[in-house]
C-alpha cells in the first residue's frame, strides 16, 4: 500500500469515528473527549479532544524511518488530524509516550512551557496542560466514576488517594461533601488539586485537605471509620524515590485495599481501580461486605471498547 493510500485510510477511519464521536459528545454536553486509540496499525496516536485544542500522543514502535522520514509521516498525519477534526494545527499539541502498564511514568514531566487552559466537565471546571507533562491533568476514562462519587459524597467524609490532580476530589466537593481529603507522592499534584478545587470555589480549608505523602505509609496513620468514602487508583508499579518501597498493584492491592477498609465506617464505600490489563482481584482476602465490578458500568462512550482499566465498588 503506497504511503497516499495509507493516510487516505487514516482519514477515512478518524472521519467516521470522528462524526459518530461527535453526535454523542454534543448531545452529552461534553467537550472532552478521546477521539482515536490506536485504531488503525500504521497510525499508533491517541487523540484527545480538549475543547478548541487536541492532544495527540504517538505510542513509541520499531519503525524503519529515518529522523526526516518519521517527521515527514508525522507532519501528514497532523495535517490528517487537524483537517478531520477541523482544529487549527497550532492547537494540536504532540507527545510520544513509552507503552506502560498503567499510569506510572505518565506524570513525567517533560517541559517548561507552562501552557495551560481550563475545560469544563459536567459543569466543573478543570486546569489542563497539554504541553508540559506526559499527561493532560484529567484522565477522561473515569468521567462516569467522577460524577457517581459526586453524586453519592452529599454530607459524606472523602479520601481521595493517588489524587493526582484531584478530579475526584473536585466532583466530591460539588457533591457537598463534608470532608475532602487529597492526597499523592507529589507536591506538584497535590498543589494542581488544590488550584483545581478553588477554581470551581471550594475555599474552606477546615473543609479541604491537601496531602503531599505516600499513600501506603499514611493509610497505615489512619484509624477506623475515618472516613465514608475512599476513591483510590493507584499506578500500576512505583518506584519513585520519594517511597520507601515498591509498588506493585497486582501484589500489593489486598494490603491496600484492607487498609482502606479499616479507615471506612460500616457502610462505607471504596472505589478502587487499576490500569493492570491482567489485574485479578482477590476477593477472598478482602474484608468487605459486598465486592462489584463496575468496569462496564464506569465506561465511557469514547472507550468503549478500548478500556484499559478495571473498577471495582467496594462496600465495608
Known amino acids: ?10 482519514k477515512n477511519r478518524l472521519t467516521k469515528v470522528y462524526r459518530h464521536l461527535q453526535k454523542i459528545a454534543k448531545r452529552q454536553n ?3 473527549y478521546r ?3 490506536h485504531d488503525l496499525p500504521e497510525f499508533p496516536f491517541m487523540v484527545e479532544k480538549y475543547g478548541d485544542n487536541l492532544y495527540v500522543s504517538e505510542y513509541k514502535r520499531n519503525h524503519s524511518l529515518n529522523e526526516d522520514a518519521h517527521q515527514f509521516w508525522m507532519m501528514q498525519s497532523i495535517q490528517v488530524i487537524s483537517e478531520v477534526l ?3 494545527q497550532e492547537n494540536v499539541f504532540t507527545k510520544l509516550r513509552q507503552r506502560k502498564a498503567g499510569r506510572e511514568g505518565q506524570y513525567q514531566k517533560t517541559a517548561e512551557t507552562k501552557s495551560e487552559f481550563i475545560v469544563e466537565e459536567n459543569g466543573l471546571k478543570f486546569i489542563i496542560n497539554l504541553a508540559d507533562y506526559l499527561d493532560t491533568g484529567l484522565f477522561l476514562d473515569h468521567r462516569i466514576t467522577r460524577k457517581m462519587v459526586q453524586d453519592q459524597s452529599a454530607g459524606k467524609r472523602v479520601l481521595n488517594l493517588f489524587a493526582y490532580t484531584g478530579s475526584f476530589s473536585v466532583y466530591a466537593a460539588a457533591g457537598n461533601a463534608a470532608q475532602v481529603t487529597t492526597v499523592d507522592l507529589s507536591n506538584t499534584y497535590t498543589n494542581w488539586a488544590k488550584r483545581n478545587i478553588e477554581l470551581n470555589g471550594f475555599t ?7 496531602i503531599a505523602a505516600d499513600v501506603i505509609q499514611f493509610l497505615q496513620t489512619l484509624t477506623p471509620a475515618s472516613f465514608d468514602i475512599i476513591v483510590m487508583d493507584p499506578p500500576t508499579f512505583s518506584n519513585s524515590k520519594k517511597m520507601d518501597g515498591i509498588l506493585d498493584i497486582q501484589r500489593d492491592h489486598v494490603s491496600l485495599v484492607n487498609n482502606c477498609l479499616h479507615a471506612l465506617s460500616p457502610g462505607g464505600l471504596l472505589y478502587f481501580s487499576n490500569n493492570y490489563t491482567r489485574f485479578q482481584l482477590d476477593e477472598n482476602a478482602i474484608n468487605a461486605s459486598a465486592i462489584k465490578d463496575i468496569t462496564k458500568a464506569t465506561t465511557p462512550f469514547d472507550f468503549e ?8 465498588l467496594i462496600t465495608k
Open 305 to 312: 471498547g478500548k478500556l484499559k482499566r478495571c473498577c471495582f
Open 30 to 32: 461534553i467537550s472532552c
Open 1 to 10: 500500500m503506497s504511503g497516499t493510500d495509507k493516510f487516505g485510510m487514516f
Open 86 to 88: 477541523e482544529i487549527p
Open 35 to 37: 477521539v482515536y486509540d
Open 204 to 210: 474552606d480549608d477546615s473543609r479541604y485537605q491537601f
